[in-house]
């Protein structure tokens, strides 16, 4: 459990966590509760910018499906770019109860229709099925 950024070990003289991955999730965990604060005060968005190159181009997957017409590849792209968004957001949230579990169906759903999509067009390129199934 040493490796867990979730683990506390001991504290600096200043009272903060040791561990530095710790310490860097709880000064992330106050930035957020300050911005968040700033943005219910002033009801301004804070259009912070999400980190670069974690979602992935979309040259770099566009043509990983040769058999998809050009309007529904560049469809999934894009909602593949939304599940790099949703897996960050997954893995650095920490959301309990309902709200999180609902969030997490929702975030899977990109990836169903994602699934679906690819299965139906393979399925019509080999004629196992209609254009209006």
């Known amino acids: 459990m040493g490796n867990d950024i979730s683990s506390t070990e001991s504290s600096d003289s200043d009272g903060r966590p040791a561990n530095t991955e710790t310490a860097q999730k709880q000064e992330f965990e106050d ?22 190159g974690f979602i992935r181009r979309f040259q770099d997957i566009s043509n990983r499906w040769p ?6 590849a560049r469809t999934v792209c894009c909602v593949i770019q939304l599940c790099d968004i949703n897996r960050w957001n997954l893995n650095i949230w920490k959301i309990e109860l309902t709200a999180g579990t609902v969030w997490e169906w929702h975030a899977t759903l990109p990836v169903i229709a994602v699934i679906e999509t690819l299965c139906r067009e393979f399925a019509l390129q080999r004629g196992w099925i209609k254009a209006d199934t």
């Open 67 to 72: 058999y998809l017409e050009a309007e529904r």
């Open 31 to 52: 930035l957020a509760r300050q911005l968040t604060q700033q943005w219910e005060k002033t009801k301004k968005p804070i259009k912070a910018q999400f980190p670069r």
